[in-house]
């Protein structure tokens, strides 16, 4: 069931006053981890214990209530459970369970027909959902039992008897196939609503418990999800215009702006910021030739990119000096013009949160959520448990002052950041210099022949930004390429070697028209695997748009994807 707004006392008092043991399960993705952050902050000045585990696939949560399911326990779902049902994990009968998950849309049955389940939805947010009216989802009991009736009575009556019964049958016929019409409509397209931690911030809120701590999580958790291109640069604006905005000015420098001073607190600031991924811990060089708008401008995977480059530089009036430097190591004036001339170049309006302590600099969220990110995905030879602490140390680096703990942030910028952005840019470039996307009817098709770290492969941030970056570069260079969508195809070695994850982005064109970017990939793969069982396809990922494929049944579902595109 749906548990709309009223957070305080609906969700937190109730856990807060059960003596039932709290478990938090948490998927391993920056927002859920600055969601966790929060929930944790406020449960511990409560001094409600709890446990947290980490999942990142549906078999771990269905494993999680296989093993607990003598306890009585609340169980809070961050960032999992809203879309698969939740009824069939056999939720023990004095548990609870409450489920705070930005990937939409809900499954029917964790809206409509388990009372163990509660979702937290935002009250603005209940439109959006198109959510079916119960009634032509859901079959009400019929509690008529007419089976004993057939053989009493007159021939007659039991003529009677058997033409109701079909006209009943026939019914129902009727209402399935109507059922499943409406669901095929409401299970179309998968997307991402706000990102969890902006409703942990507002539930801080009403508990009078904003912090400036609360108000940096949030931020980063925020700025994760654009990162990884799960939300639209639109919702992400609306976002932190309705709903950041209240809480932006308590956390101003004041005694910076009126006595010139700086003091030792944590201050955060909203204002403009370049797109360019971690140019200042790199080079805008560097930054510039990995980043989509530039490489695409200068179509950099081609003989002609590094002149283009340089052509493009000079015309904007960067000295190549000025680009090639670190970026830290040029004066205050230098940086003010030419990440102006930059942002006016790209046009544009972005902007994001920013923490300052004392005399330790100036770190932007989104650099930091993608540091974060990053290290929650990789080395996949560390374990779950160990990437979350990982990811939690540099999150909380981020606003400490702690010289030696802000080493291990900039490492993993400086290392796993750029190296993903490298690796990110080099598959696109050989994808589109060695021509390896075809048109397969419907759709592009991109067979990965290179070996890339399994790594990267299993990371969804690089998935997403790679293909996305593939089909914009792909497009840039012939007219025509905007109304396809991509599926991607990357090997995997190893351990896992004769399997190919599999992934896909929505049409150019469908991008642009959609501030929810919603994509039916994920349902195409559904299809699939449902029209011919005997492919393998592994669908354990929460989301649904990746999946992994079993090599040698690549080119059937290559065959089928394009049918399930052209929905016959
Ligand atoms: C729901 O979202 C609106 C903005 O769309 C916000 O103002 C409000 O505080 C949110 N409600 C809760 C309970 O978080
Ligand atoms: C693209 O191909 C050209 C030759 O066809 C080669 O010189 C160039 O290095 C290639 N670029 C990349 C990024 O692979
Ligand atoms: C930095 O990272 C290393 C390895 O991940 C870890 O052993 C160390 O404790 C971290 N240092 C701090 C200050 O968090
Ligand atoms: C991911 O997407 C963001 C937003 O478009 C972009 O700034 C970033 O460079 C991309 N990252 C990678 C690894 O491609
Ligand atoms: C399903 O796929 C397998 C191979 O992947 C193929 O042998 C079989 O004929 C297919 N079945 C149907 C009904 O298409
Ligand atoms: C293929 C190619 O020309 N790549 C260039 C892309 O841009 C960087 C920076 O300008 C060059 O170093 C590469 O050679």
């Known amino acids: 069931m749906i548990l709309e707004d009223n957070f305080r006392q609906d969700f937190y008092n109730k856990i807060k006053k059960d003596d039932k043991s709290l478990v938090l399960i948490v998927s391993v993705d920056s927002d859920a981890l600055c969601t966790t952050m929060i929930l944790t902050h406020l449960l511990k000045c409560d001094d409600i214990p709890f446990t947290i585990l980490t999942v990142e696939k549906w078999s771990e949560v269905e494993k999680i209530f296989e093993t607990k399911r003598e ?61 079916p009216d119960v009634e ?67 539930l801080a809120a009403e508990m009078n418990r904003v912090s400036a701590e609360i108000m940096w999580y949030t931020a980063v958790g925020l700025n994760s999800a654009m990162v990884d291109k799960l939300i639209s640069i639109e919702m992400y604006t609306q976002i932190c215009v309705d709903r950041m905005r209240p809480f932006v000015h308590r956390f101003l420098p004041k005694n910076i702006i009126n006595q010139g001073k700086v003091d030792d607190l944590l201050h955060i600031t909203f204002g403009r910021e370049l797109p360019l991924a971690i140019y200042s811990h790199w080079d805008l060089y560097n930054s510039m030739w990995h980043n989509e708008y530039f490489s695409i401008k200068t179509k950099n995977w081609t003989q002609k990119g590094d002149t283009n480059i340089r052509h493009l530089l000079t015309q904007l009036g960067v000295t190549l000096h000025e680009t090639t430097q670190k970026f830290e190591s040029l004066s205050t004036e230098q940086r003010i013009h030419v990440v102006d001339l930059l942002e006016k170049e790209m046009d544009s309006a972005f902007a994001t949160f920013f923490a ?51 080493t291990n942030l900039t490492h993993t910028i400086s290392s796993n950041c750029q190296r993903t952005l490298q690796v990110s840019w080099k598959s696109v470039s050989a994808a589109i210099n060695m021509s390896e996307i075809i048109a397969n009817g419907p759709y592009y098709l991109f067979s990965c022949t290179t070996s890339i770290d399994e790594d990267m492969i299993d990371s969804r941030h690089f998935l997403y930004n790679t293909t996305g970056f593939m089909l ?34 929505m049409p150019i064109a469908t991008i642009y028209e959609d501030s929810l970017l919603k994509t039916c990939i994920g349902r195409a793969f559904e299809r699939v695997k449902k029209t011919n069982s005997s492919i393998r396809i592994i669908d354990d ?9 079993k090599s040698e049944d690549r080119t059937r579902f290559i065959d089928l994807l394009r049918h399930a595109f052209e929905g016959d």
């Open 472 to 505: 914009r570069a792909f497009a840039s260079m012939r007219k025509g390429r905007t109304s396809k969508p991509l599926i991607a195809m990357f090997p995997l070695t190893g351990e896992s070697a004769g399997w190919l994850v599999v992934t896909g982005v």
């Open 356 to 406: 300052t302590l004392g005399y330790s600099g100036k770190l932007s969220a989104c650099d930091v959520a993608r540091a974060v990110t990053v290290r929650l995905e990789m080395p996949r030879s560390e374990t779950l448990m160990d990437r979350y602490r990982a990811g939690q140390a540099i999150l909380r680096s981020s606003i400490t002052g702690e010289r030696q703990e802000r």
């Open 71 to 131: 306890l009585r326990c609340n169980y809070i779902l961050i960032n999992c459970g809203a879309t698969r049902s939740l009824s069939r994990l056999q939720i023990s009968p004095d548990s609870t369970a409450y489920v705070l998950d930005s990937h939409r849309p809900f499954h029917i049955e964790n809206v409509y027909a388990n009372e163990k389940v509660h979702l937290l939805v935002n009250n603005s947010e209940m439109s959006e959902l198109q959510l």
């Open 136 to 202: 032509k989802v859901i079959q009400e009991d019929s509690d008529d039992d007419e089976d004993n009736e057939e053989n009493r009575g007159s021939y007659e009556q039991q003529m009677e008897n058997i033409r109701r019964k079909a006209i009943k049958r026939e019914e129902m016929q009727a209402w399935e196939r109507q059922r499943q019409r409406t669901l095929w409509k409401y299970y179309e397209s998968t997307w991402f609503s706000t990102p969890s931690c902006v409703t942990l911030l507002e």
């Open 541 to 549: 990922s929460f989301n649904p748009d990746i999946i992994r494929l």
